[in-house]
Structures are given as C-alpha cells and as structure tokens.
C-alpha cells in the first residue's frame, strides 16, 4: 500500500512538472518564470518529502529528490528576491549530504558506509562560507580531517573494523600537513612530515 501511495506520487509529479511547463509554453503563466518555478520545485520536494514519510524512515532515498529539489526550489526563489551569492552552493551541497546521514541514522550497521560521504560532502558544503576568512590550509586539512572521521568513528562503532583505522590515520596524518606548513618553520617542516 506505502508503494503504491509512494509510486502514486512520482507519477502525480511528473504530470504537474508537464502541465506547469505546458502551460508556461502555451503562454498561460505570465508571472515571472524565476518565482513560478521556485514554487513548481518546492511543490515537487514537498510530494518527495510525504513518500520518504510515507514509506518510512529507512527508505532514506526519498530524501534526493525531496532535498535536492527544495534546494533548488529555495536557490531560485532566493535569487528572484536579490539573494544571491555562494550560500547557494552550501545549501545545495548540503542537501545531497543530509540523505546519506539519513540512511547512516537510519542503520548504523548496515550503512555505516554512508558517514564518508556524508561528512564529506557537509565540509565541503561549508567551504563557500570560510573561504574568505581562513587560510586555504586550513581548508585543505578540514577536507582530509572530513575523510578521516568517518572510517574513525566506523571503527568505534564497530571495533571487528580494524581496516578502517588504517584510511583513519592516514588521511588524518597527510591533514595534518597543511596545518604544519602555516605553523611550523621550513627547518622542522620535513622532521614533522617524516614524523608523521
């Protein structure tokens, strides 16, 4: 029965996305395109949103069209009011990273995988908010310390995981290399590489 609905809801957005843009060819809507498809966008996330709540909290993958499309949908209606600028890119990135956290919540066990990407994608999503106020290094070791966490806290969920120790401490230690070379002088940086 929730497929059904759910299916029915796919299918009841591909038509409005048809009339919408039938419609606006045909001359129909003569508002301003930005504003129309910013509702037509928030319209389809808000059909993804009820499938993903209506087939449950593990089917975690209703959550990419649902946050991708929202974020479009506010990006477009956004910019049609003046707002514009690099806060775009984080909540678009952000949105794609918010379903693998879902399904990292959703099973812990079983989509333990879903933490790297996630926690990727969420650092990489701050970035256009930092970039003109921290060092580029820095931004370079928050990108590797973004990798490394992940396969960390795999390992501490489960500690049968040792492998995940192994990309943990590697790319925790070339992260630490960008930090190094603001903060220690050209005499010790090759010592403290060596070190690492």
Known sequence: ??????????????????????????GYLQTDRTVVWAFFFGGLSLLFFVSYFLSGLRSWWWLFPAMILGSIGLSMGAGSIGLVGSTMGT?????IAVPFFAAFAADTRQNW??????TLLGVIALIPLIENRVVGEVIGSMVLFSLALPFLVIFLLNTERRWALIPALVLGCVGLIPLLTVFASENLLPVMIMGL
């Open 1 to 26: 029965m929730k497929q059904t609905f759910a299916r029915f809801i796919v299918s009841l957005a591909l038509i409005l996305a048809g009339v919408v843009l039938l419609a606006q060819n045909l």
């Open 91 to 95: 909540l678009f990135l952000a949105s």
């Open 113 to 118: 995988w879903a933490l790297i990407p996630g």
